[in-house]
């Protein structure tokens, strides 16, 4: 029984070479390759095609998730992020606005939480304090 031999395809020069080290390198220094990869190397990352968003509409949509966990549902998240982007086109922060209930759920829950979880903690410090529940809203009785 002989050894198996592990072959790899060069996917620029298409040519198959044993999955060792040295036989990796010798095709990167052939002509073929080098014509080859060249086609490759001229094409455009995937980061040149996406903008970074910019600092006013990430303050918006971070501004817009704290009103929607203060006093509205997540589901209405939808309707507000795409009525803000056609009301406030005007604005920078406005139109680049991309806002919907999963981006929402992810600010509120680990962006937002996190930091108002730290103001409390800071305030509370070691002080002692207590919790007053209202049992007028409790329904597990019902």
Known sequence: MGKVQYLQKCRFCKCEVNAKHFDLVQPVRTKKHA??????????AIPSYVRPPSIRSANAEGTICLYIAAHCSILSCDHLGVLCKTQFQDSAAGKD????????TYIICNTLKPHFEHLLLKEIDNQPYSLLIDESTDISVF
């Open 35 to 44: 014509i080859a990869s060249k086609d490759f190397s001229t094409s455009r």
């Open 97 to 104: 606005i991309k806002l919907h209930r999963t981006k929402c």
